[in-house]
């Protein structure tokens, strides 16, 4: 069965420095893969997507993403994180036997340190 | 501007009262979800729908109804409104030029049965 894992639950990191957030899927083909942001007390907006190409994608916000098959992987980066980006963040995937669902993580919650 | 709306934004209501979410989509979707989800919890599909006249029941189980009678919109019902149904819920549409799995959500609407 298809899922998804975002190791993480909070993660700290203080204001300037770099980020990775983590999430592994388990899929037998090349999935469809998202990253979202939620802040709080409202709904979830599109940071980026991999379908195919270049494995290394560019969102919204300064993040990126990488896609490393090898290890099932797509985790989010951002060099140099503002207080701003405090929110939830969560990894989907999406398959072609998915019924055009996505299959969503359990969510990683970035605090900010001033 | 195409765009996802939900209404109310928040509501507070009493148990045994029947309630109808609202949400309209203007992007010409023809997949739209709505998913239950628990402060800094993950995203539960209730239901869904691949176009008019189509509706299914998610992962979770709901004793939500849902209609689709026009493409634009996908109103969720709770007969009988209990504690329980706390939540937010969140409405989604996706099928446009980002794919059928590219989903955009609206900002979701919280609801306290009291």
């Known amino acids: 069965a298809q899922s998804v894992t975002q190791p993480d639950i909070h993660i700290t990191v203080s204001e300037g420095a770099s980020l990775e957030l983590r999430c592994n899927y388990s899929?037998?083909?090349?999935?469809?893969l998202f990253w979202y942001v939620q802040s709080p007390g409202q709904g979830l907006q599109l940071l980026l997507k991999?379908?195919?190409?270049d494995t290394l994608v560019q969102g919204i916000k300064g993040f990126e993403a990488e896609f490393k098959r090898s290890q099932s992987s797509f985790n989010l980066r951002k060099p140099s994180v503002h207080w701003s980006d405090a929110a939830e963040y969560f990894c989907?995937?999406?398959?072609?036997?998915?019924?055009?669902?996505?299959?969503w993580g359990a969510g990683t919650k970035l605090i900010i340190k001033p | 501007e195409a765009d996802i709306y939900q209404t109310p934004r928040y509501l507070v209501i009493g148990t045994g009262k029947k309630i109808t979410l609202e949400c309209s989509q203007t992007m010409g979707h023809d997949k739209m979800y709505w998913y239950q989800q628990d402060p800094g919890m993950e995203l539960h599909l209730i239901h869904y729908?691949?176009?008019?006249?189509?509706?299914e029941k998610g992962d979770l189980s709901s004793e939500s109804t849902v209609s689709r009678i026009r493409t634009e919109h996908f109103p969720l019902t709770l007969e009988s409104a209990r504690p329980s149904h706390t939540s937010q819920y969140l409405c989604?549409?996706?099928?446009?030029?980002?794919?059928?799995?590219?989903?955009?959500f609206g900002p979701g609407t919280r609801l306290t049965v009291t």
């Open positions: 899929y037998g083909a090349t999935p469809y």
């Open positions: 989907a995937v999406g398959a072609m036997d998915s019924n055009y669902q996505l299959i």
């Open positions: 991999y379908f195919s190409g």
């Open positions: 989604a549409s996706s099928g446009g030029r980002g794919g059928v799995y590219e989903q955009y």
């Open positions: 729908s691949y176009g008019v006249n189509s509706t």
